[in-house]
């Protein structure tokens, strides 16, 4: 496993970039048509949102 050290700063610039990404993310997987696309979309919104869980420990 990978361990990243972060200052408290640099890991809420993170959050806030990561809560942004996701928001975005959301609003793609309401758009897509092709299940396909959505699947991928939906692993990656899983991705970030295990990142965020994580930042927030």
Do not use: H, W, Y
């Amino acid at each position: 496993m990978l361990t990243l050290e972060l200052t408290p700063e640099d890991a809420e610039e993170l959050r806030f970039v990561l809560e942004n990404c996701f928001a975005e993310l959301r609003m793609e997987i309401e758009r897509t048509e092709s299940g396909a696309f959505r699947a991928k979309l939906q692993e990656r919104e899983k991705l970030l949102k295990r990142l965020l869980d994580d930042l927030s420990k």
